[in-house]
């Protein structure tokens, strides 16, 4: 079975850029700005999650070493093409299965990651996995999606539409839904689609489950993302 965004891995930046613009562009600097206060300069970073390379790309630019960790190859074939000559580790894996003897010191999840963890056992796996790539006292910075993101919606331009439709399920599940379009500078116009399961996850399931991976809260950032649909978490690794 395909990873979601796997069908429309080519188009994936633009149609992001295109629905959200200044708002998607001003939340990945003020993610990069955090990040990059929150570690020196010759940190070891792990990005999971990290698609096309949003943070992973800029974050090695700084002379950060950076591994991003994705499990759809067709997404990291973009942050590939895309890095030019920035060094980054690229690992075609999930959060859960990532393994590293070498440890590192801060480590991200954000975006939306966790709502791709459709259940409490790849949940519990995927943080013990994070707290086990961090060094004692390593930061992982977390989003946790709120229900009010879990909705559909429209958005439309000259060039484009997308249509995003998220159906409720059973047990905090939901269907997320891809219909969208975009014409290229030869008016030649492109359908995009795809179909597959998300997750909400109570904030208090999160970190209860972060704590039994040897993971605690460090500080709440989320008043410095209001707006964004999710809670902004820094977690420390404890032993």
């Not at 970073?45 to 698609?51: E, K, P």
Request: some cysteine; hydrophobic content about 35%; charged content about 20%.
């Amino acid at each position: 079975m395909s990873q979601p965004h796997a069908s429309w891995a080519t188009a994936y930046d633009q149609l992001y850029e295109k629905s959200f613009g200044s708002v998607y562009d001003r939340l990945t600097q003020h993610t990069l700005t955090a990040i990059e206060n929150l570690t020196a300069q010759d940190s070891r970073i792990v990005d999971f999650g990290a698609g096309t390379g949003r943070l992973a790309i800029p974050l090695a630019r700084t002379g950060r070493s950076v591994t991003a960790v994705e499990p759809c190859v067709e997404m990291l074939q973009i942050l590939s093409s895309k890095k030019q000559e920035t060094v980054i580790e690229l690992v075609n894996c999930t959060m859960a299965a990532f393994n590293d003897p070498q440890p590192y010191d801060f480590a991200t999840c954000v975006f939306t990651v966790l709502l791709y963890l459709l259940d409490e056992e790849d949940l519990q796996s995927s943080l013990l996995a994070a707290s086990n790539a961090l060094k004692p006292s390593g930061l992982l910075m977390l989003d946790v999606p709120t229900q009010d993101l879990f909705q559909s919606f429209i958005r439309q331009g000259i060039d484009f539409e997308r249509r995003v439709t998220i159906t409720p399920l059973k047990n905090n599940l939901y269907q997320y839904q891809e219909d969208s379009t975009l014409t290229d500078a030869d008016k030649v116009t492109h359908r995009y689609g795809d179909d597959f399961k998300i997750k909400y996850w109570p904030l208090e399931t999160v970190l209860s489950q972060a704590r039994r991976c040897g993971l605690t809260l460090h500080k709440d950032l989320s008043d410095e993302y209001a707006g964004t649909g999710s809670s902004y978490l820094l977690l420390k690794k404890t032993n």
